[in-house]
């Protein structure tokens, strides 16, 4: 992309910081300590509505908690409700009128500035993510920088799109390509990614030209409402992006019918996925279009380790793929599909590093944090009762003895294919181990559930590395290492089936969903 325009340079990814690098002077983890005690300064602000740049509150409230220490009040916010879907979409329909036709250098440089913004702050939003969400510094800079990849990658990619031609020129004419703005969009974004994927959908929408609606999630409004601070400073015009907290089945839901919203960007569960999917789907009086669902919906992502695997690779890639922010990402390994022949070594070796992880607070960067709240811990643990049923416990199992929502790294092996707990997403820090009868066996396995986002094989076999690669049904597919961790640019990230439309953020292709093309044949 190094011709994309005059001044731009080709992207490069974000680096992350070690936290264990010493140096001269202040260290990362002095400022990762600073900024927590910072932020810790602020908590319990509260924070308003924006829509069309008017600050304002409402009567009802979400309190925002920290995860490892309930009774600490990250952050208080306005709780929209269906009153206010008509006002948002006033302000965002208003705004579009004028942001549509700010050219796409502007709309791009908006996004150069913002990822200034993030790249100069990181450490604060990485102790905003530790205190709301229960990120651990690791986890919570790889999340910031990924936020600051996407800026950087869409904005050089609009400018791309920007010079796109038709592949033939007809004699005679002069035959353009343009991609034209959608309209209002809804971005929906998930707690557990909470500035990077909301960074990515409501960029993305941005410049394209968009104006958006933004309702965060519950779990990490504050997040949300720091990165909306970021925008504004960035030189955000009021109304292209509002920021509205609000409940999912009032303002969330209305937001969807309302029949000028153009499109709906949303990460999270399947059955809301699938709700959107049938809201947006009934036209309503005045709807002029049908509108564009851009959906990331979960998995339940499996690990197959072949008989010739390097078996400490191997577990090394599960447990981390497994318990990496306590098991809460889309992407994250729930399901080691072992061999027969190395089942009885690998369990062995896994129940021991499993054993290592350490438990406790994420503000002290340990390994394993809280689960994000009460109702998570709840529904884990119901599970893990279903999984002592289905299996057998070598590993975790209970609720660690302290304060906050935390859960030991539970580890359930001898489960069948078809169990419940091989079957449905848990979202937190339980792995099921299935022992496969070969690689046969293993890959139909691998491929037995609704969902197809991530996986992974560990293999020498270069037959059963290609077989992987054309047969194991995921969208994105890691091959000797783990399969979380998708870097914008190199891994464009969405799956099959139930776990979304395969909308492949961070890909050279994204930009295309929130864009509609006009082709323009101009006789000379």
């Known amino acids: 992309m190094a011709t994309l325009a005059t001044g731009v340079s080709p992207f490069t990814n974000e680096p992350v910081v070690d936290f264990r690098r010493e140096s001269h002077g202040s260290t990362p983890a002095q400022a990762m300590r600073a900024a927590i005690e910072k932020v810790r300064s602020e908590l319990g602000r509260e924070y308003d509505l924006v829509i069309g740049g008017r600050r304002s509150r409402t009567s009802e409230k979400i309190r925002s908690d920290n995860p490892a220490r309930p009774s600490e009040i990250v952050g208080v916010h306005q709780k929209a409700g269906r009153e206010h879907v008509e ?18 250098q502007e709309r791009a440089a908006l996004l150069f500035r913002t990822a200034e913004i993030l790249r100069k702050r990181k450490p604060e939003f990485n102790a905003w993510m530790v205190l709301e969400v229960g990120k651990n510094w690791d986890e919570a800079e790889a999340d910031t920088c990924e936020a600051i990849d996407f800026c950087e990658f869409y904005a050089r990619l609009a400018l791309h799109m920007d010079e796109t031609e038709p592949a033939v020129q007809l004699p005679g004419e002069r035959d353009r390509l343009r991609y034209i703005p959608l309209g209002v969009g809804a971005v929906i974004p998930p707690w557990n990614f909470p ?3 909301m960074c990515g959908m409501t960029m993305a929408s941005v410049v394209c030209g968009n104006t958006v609606v933004l309702k965060p999630s519950s779990d990490s409004p504050t997040i949300a409402a720091k990165f909306f601070e970021a925008l504004e400073e960035a030189g955000l015009p009021p109304g292209v992006v509002n920021f509205c907290p609000g409940s999912g089945a009032t303002f969330g839901n209305g937001l969807v019918e309302h029949p000028h919203t153009r499109f709906i960007a949303f990460t999270g569960s399947r059955d809301v996925g699938l709700d959107i999917n049938v ?3 009934q036209r309503q009086p005045g709807q002029l279009w049908i509108k564009r669902t851009i959906l990331e919906m979960g998995g339940k992502d499996s690990i197959v380790v072949a008989a010739d695997a390097d078996l400490d690779a191997a577990v090394e890639g599960v447990a981390t793929s497994a318990f990496g922010f306590q098991g809460q990402k889309c992407s994250a390994c729930s399901r080691a599909i072992l061999d027969a022949s190395l089942y009885d070594k690998f369990l062995e070796k896994l129940q021991a590093r499993v054993a290592q992880i350490r438990i406790g ?18 529904s884990i643990s119901n599970y893990i009762g279903i999984g002592a049923k289905e299996g057998r416990v070598i590993a975790g199992g209970k609720r660690a003895s302290r304060e906050g929502y935390f859960l030991e790294p539970t580890v359930i ?8 707990i091989a079957q449905e997403e848990i979202f937190g820090p339980v792995l099921a181990v299935i022992r496969a009868r070969d690689f046969n066996d293993a890959l139909h396995i691998a491929n037995n559930t609704e969902y197809g ?35 914008v640019g190199a891994h464009p ?10 909308s492949k953020a961070g890909g050279a292709d994204y930009l295309y969903l929130f864009s509609q093309a006009k082709s323009i044949a101009e006789k000379l």
């Open 361 to 378: 607070e994420p503000a002290e960067n340990a390994p394993m944090g809280p689960v994000v709240n009460a109702g998570a811990l709840d």
């Open 195 to 197: 500035l990077a994927i």
């Open 413 to 420: 092996a001898d489960v069948a294919p078809t169990a419940r």
């Open 87 to 104: 006002p948002a979409m006033q302000a965002a329909l208003a705004a579009f009128e004028s942001w549509k036709n700010v050219p796409v």
């Open 453 to 487: 986002l991530t996986g992974a094989i560990y293999s020498t076999s270069p037959q059963q590395l290609e077989r992987a690669r054309n047969e194991f049904y995921v969208g994105n597919l890691y091959i000797n290492r783990k399969c979380t961790g998708a870097v």
């Open 493 to 502: 990230f969405g799956g099959f089936n139930m776990s979304g439309t395969d």
């Open 279 to 281: 809201r947006a789907a």
